[in-house]
């Protein structure tokens, strides 16, 4: 990498920063993409509900992003880790993991989440697969499948809410006592939505493929797919470390375009919506780009 500043740097390099990355490069801005090369859904065999791709591998998804991409020749792209970044009076510095310090006036965040994966066996090998987060990216697949949710109260019954369309053989597995209101009980018992409190103590499967469930009192269940409501924290600590605020859910604080709580920083994709798909990343990715770019124009204009 011979450059060394830069107009742009976006740390993370998947849907949203490729996005964010390509507003700026039509619009010719100096750009470093720095990317680890480790993308949440990089376990998940198909992406779903973006028009046009539906279907295709998410790697396949990136790698026709970056070919496309990188034909504007003020975008740059580097994998690499960035480990700590620094406000100066011009904008920001970043340090990597390969010892490199870039600087650049305006930063976009593209890093993502990191999910917390229970210790249970066999969990993690299913995620992504048929441990499955969104009824929108992966339902379809699902339909009129014996499916589970792995999950309690609030979020428990929103999800049963928008999978009972999918199918009518589900179960919700709270794993410790359900923390449900009545008013939602009755309602879970007229859709026939089975309650099962017993902890789950594993998941066999075949190749990442969901066959049953073990519960701690030995017995066993079987299920086509699991939707699990998981905490998660931030994917890099890099926005908390120059000030920027967190929501109390803990995703990045940023207005309607795209801006943190700090001056010259945007947040785009998984780490700052609720709304978790490509197209979504994609989307906000596009607004980051162009706010930035507005940003830099009536800065220097």
């Known amino acids: 990498m011979r450059t060394k500043n830069f107009e742009v740097i976006i740390i993370g390099g998947s849907y949203a920063g490729l996005s964010a990355a390509m507003a700026l490069g039509r619009s010719l801005r100096k750009v470093l993409i720095i990317d680890s090369?480790?993308?949440?859904?990089?376990?998940?065999?198909?992406?779903?509900?973006?028009?046009?791709?539906?279907?295709?591998?998410?790697?396949?998804?990136t790698a026709i992003a970056k070919e496309q991409l990188l034909?504007?020749?003020?975008v740059d792209f580097v994998n690499d880790l960035a480990l700590s970044a620094e406000k100066n009076k011009n904008g920001?510095?970043?340090?990597?993991?390969s010892g490199n310090v870039v600087t650049a006036q305006k930063l976009i965040i593209a890093t993502g989440i990191k999910d917390l994966i229970p210790k249970i066996k066999g969990f993690e090998a299913c995620w992504g697969i048929s441990m499955i987060h969104c009824p929108y990216c992966h339902g379809y697949e699902f339909r009129n499948k014996k499916t589970a949710i792995m999950a309690n109260g609030e979020r428990a019954f929103h999800l049963a809410s928008l999978v009972n369309n999918l199918t009518d053989d589900i179960s919700i597995l709270t794993t410790a006592k359900a923390d449900f209101t009545s008013e939602q009980l009755v309602k879970l018992k007229s859709h026939r939505i089975a309650v099962i409190e017993t902890e789950v103590a594993g998941i066999?499967?075949?190749?990442?493929?969901?066959?049953?469930?073990?519960?701690?009192?030995?017995?066993?269940?079987?299920?086509?797919?699991?939707?699990?409501?998981?905490?998660?924290?931030?994917n890099s600590d890099i926005p908390v470390s120059l000030g920027c605020e967190l929501t109390e859910q803990g995703y990045i604080k940023v207005n309607e375009f795209q801006q943190t709580t700090i001056a010259g920083i945007y947040a785009c994709g998984d780490n700052s919506t609720r709304m978790r798909s490509v197209a979504a990343a994609v989307a906000s990715g596009n607004l980051a780009g162009a706010m930035v770019n507005a940003e830099l124009t009536k800065e220097h204009f």
Do not use: M, W
């Open 204 to 234: 066999e499967h075949q190749d990442g493929h969901l066959q049953k469930v073990l519960f701690s009192n030995g017995k066993k269940l079987a299920f086509d797919a699991i939707y699990a409501g998981l905490p998660f924290s931030q």
């Open 37 to 61: 090369g480790l993308p949440c859904n990089r376990q998940t065999p198909q992406s779903h509900n973006f028009i046009t791709q539906d279907g295709v591998p998410p790697h396949q998804i």
């Open 71 to 74: 034909q504007y020749k003020t």
């Open 92 to 97: 920001f510095s970043i340090t990597t993991q």
